[in-house]
């Protein structure tokens, strides 16, 4: 920059700063689903309402479908500050602590209105503060639709999944829940999932109507398991390291914001479950309804293990069974 410019943009500066205005920031939020997604609709609300909130200064950019890469990625952005804000699922919290993903325990609630309570409740607290540890700033739960069964074949009982090949979210408690059925757990990001189904890489997935529908996994599906079996939450976290440098009055508008929405979508989820039910059963494709007598034992083994291997899961039970 040359001198004359400096000055003139030092100028602006100083005038802004003199008449009380603070500068106008851009930052970016990412998340793996797809535009049509309810998370992508809240993420696009949550930035027009802090721009507006705002009076303009305040953009949130949001970049749907993993376009800013996969949640690994994503978290080590958010540490370094080379992303500012994301909606994800837990999967590479889960990774490094086990914790986690105890809300993935098979039936720890039946609904999404279960789902909400527990997010409400004592355990999602403390998970959603520790997440300081990895340098980030928590900002709420948000969810998904409870997590269905979709296969290409069809299915009459647990032993049709047997030997098969079901998408999964890289949860190590996901993992061996599909394991103790004796099917064979391939995790794979979301968007990769309608490829990999179509072209027969994958035998079926975990997933919810929400995404059957508007993905249209359903058009290679012999069967949908309307089983209901996990909820699926999604944290809402900030880079820890660009928190900081947020001007206290922007900080108070994004939380709120934030907290809103993320609570809108919390509510929305169990209308949204049963009205892409009902689009699904307008289809060809078979719904079939499943509770945990579906699973046989290998539920009542998932809980033996992971009571032991994340304390916190012992509480969650705790907190469910006073639902
Ligand atoms: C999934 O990977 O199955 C998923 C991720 C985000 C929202 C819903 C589903």
Redesign the pocket.
């Known amino acids: 920059m040359n001198a004359k410019r400096f000055l003139t943009a030092a100028a602006v500066m100083v005038a802004g700063l003199l008449a009380g205005t603070a500068q106008a920031e851009q930052y970016r939020l990412g998340l793996?689903?797809p535009p049509q997604?309810q998370?992508s609709k809240s993420a696009v609300t949550v930035a027009e309402r802090v721009k507006a909130e705002t009076n303009g200064r305040v953009e949130i950019l949001t970049f749907p479908s993993g376009q800013l890469g996969n949640e690994a990625q994503m978290l080590q952005q958010l540490q370094t500050g080379a992303l500012d804000f994301a909606f994800m699922?837990l999967?590479e919290f889960a990774n490094r602590d086990p914790n986690y993903g105890v809300f993935l325990a098979p039936y720890i609630v039946d609904d999404a209105a279960g789902a909400r309570k527990i997010l409400k409740g004592g355990v999602a607290g403390k998970l959603l503060d520790g997440v300081n540890k990895f340098a980030l700033k928590g900002f709420g739960w948000g969810m998904?639709?409870m997590?269905q069964i979709v296969m290409r074949g069809p299915v009459a009982s647990v032993d049709d999944l047997s030997g098969k090949k079901v998408r999964t979210?890289p949860f190590a408690q996901e993992l061996d829940f599909w394991t103790r059925i004796g099917a064979a757990p391939t995790p794979m990001?979301?968007p990769a999932?309608y490829d990999a189904f179509a072209n027969g890489q994958v035998d079926g997935?975990?997933?919810?109507f929400?995404?059957t529908w508007n993905s249209k996994y359903y058009e290679h599906a012999g069967a949908i398991i309307a089983s209901n079996h996990m909820m699926?939450p999604?944290i809402a976290v900030g880079s820890g390291r660009k928190w900081q440098t947020i001007p206290a009055a922007d900080q108070a508008v994004i939380e709120r914001v934030m907290a809103e929405e993320l609570d809108s979508i919390v509510g929305a989820y169990g209308d949204i479950d049963a009205s892409y039910l009902e689009k699904l059963k307008t289809t060809d494709v078979p719904v079939v309804t499943a509770d945990r007598t579906f699973f046989g034992g290998a539920i009542d083994q998932w809980y033996l293990s992971w009571r032991e291997k994340t304390p916190l899961l012992k509480d969650l039970e705790a907190e469910a069974e006073g639902l």
């Open positions: 793996i689903t997604h998370w699922t999967g998904a639709g997590r979210v990001p979301l999932l997935m975990q997933i919810d929400e995404g699926f999604m």
